[in-house]
């Protein structure tokens, strides 16, 4: 069965200069029976400029659900589908999980076709360590949720990647500043790839004052790339740690307190039993 079936492209677009369109994903477009495309008139402009003819649908994330199971009819049908958004990958902040994800369990094949994302882009230029990160999405447009997640992430220590709508960009810096410190560096990536391309690179303090004063900095499409937290130091307790310690206290003995602190936490349980026996003295 599965060797009649079509395929599934999922086609990376540019993020916004034309030339980073690859032949092959030209090519895979020309060719598929279908391209299922997150706004088809933003999508038409691309198509035309490179000449593809190929029939267009509506697949965005009002209607993800019941259109993902139209399209694997039509794949398990026979017909090649491509995926594209509006911009970049497909599925990064993007339409298309669905899809991708009842095609799998159909044992459709999948194919990808790379080419541009905002993130990798924003994380090659920003200068700040690469071999590990974490990506984030957008976070919450409400406050009182952004923060709550800011203070889940202040102690990561990996480089962390965000995208951000230009309108918040300001309310995000600000609430970043209050919570993960003036001192944290942070690149600002925006308009990447196209006319007004800027990367620039500070503290946290010095950004949001860059960003207050120059408002051309909060227009366009912008991508936060902010410097992971400092490693915890195992010779210092925090101030979690101790919270842990003088809980364990109350039910155990020092000794056991502060190895069960050092699994815990990290901590040198040296320093955990010196504490310990400050914290419970003639114990
Ligand atoms: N799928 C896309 C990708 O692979 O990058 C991302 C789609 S998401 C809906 C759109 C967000 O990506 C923008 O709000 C912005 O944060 C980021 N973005 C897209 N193009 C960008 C560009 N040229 N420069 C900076 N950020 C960009």
């Known amino acids: 069965m599965s060797n009649q079936s079509g395929t ?30 997150e706004d088809t008139r933003h999508s038409k402009k691309l198509l035309q ?49 669905h899809l991708v994800n009842l095609a799998q369990q159909a044992d459709i094949k999948v194919v990808p076709i790379p080419g541009s994302s905002a993130i990798l882009a924003a994380l090659a230029t920003a200068g700040l360590p690469t071999d590990r990160f974490i990506f984030e999405g957008f976070l919450s447009s409400k406050q009182q949720a952004r923060q709550k997640q800011l203070q889940s992430l202040a102690n990561e220590t990996r480089t962390l990647v965000l995208y951000e709508s230009p309108h918040r960009i300001l309310a995000c810096l600000e609430d970043m500043l209050e919570i993960l410190g003036a001192d944290r560096q942070v690149v600002l990536a925006r308009e990447l790839t196209k006319a007004y391309e800027t990367v620039h690179r500070e503290t946290l303090a010095g950004l949001v004052d860059w960003v207050k004063q120059d408002k051309n900095q909060q227009r366009g499409e912008i991508v936060l790339v902010v410097a992971g ?40 349980k040296n320093k955990l039993y010196a504490r310990a026996l400050e914290i419970k003295p003639g114990t």
Request: charged share 20%.
């Open 8 to 37: 599934l492209f999922i086609v990376a677009t540019p993020i916004g200069n034309l030339g980073d369109m690859s032949q092959r994903a030209q090519e895979t477009l020309q060719a598929v029976d279908l391209i299922a495309a």
């Open 49 to 97: 400029h490179f000449g593809i003819n190929t029939p267009c649908q509506a697949y965005h994330e009002h209607n993800e659900r019941e259109t993902a199971g139209q399209l694997l009819t039509r794949l398990q049908n026979g017909d090649s589908i491509a995926v594209i958004s509006d911009a970049g990958t497909p599925l990064i902040s993007d339409p298309g999980f």
């Open 229 to 268: 937290a400092d490693e915890p130091d195992p010779s210092q307790i925090d101030t979690e740690s101790e919270q842990v310690l003088k809980i364990l206290l109350e039910y155990l003995p020092v000794k056991q307190a502060a190895s069960a602190t050092a699994s815990i936490t990290g901590v040198k």
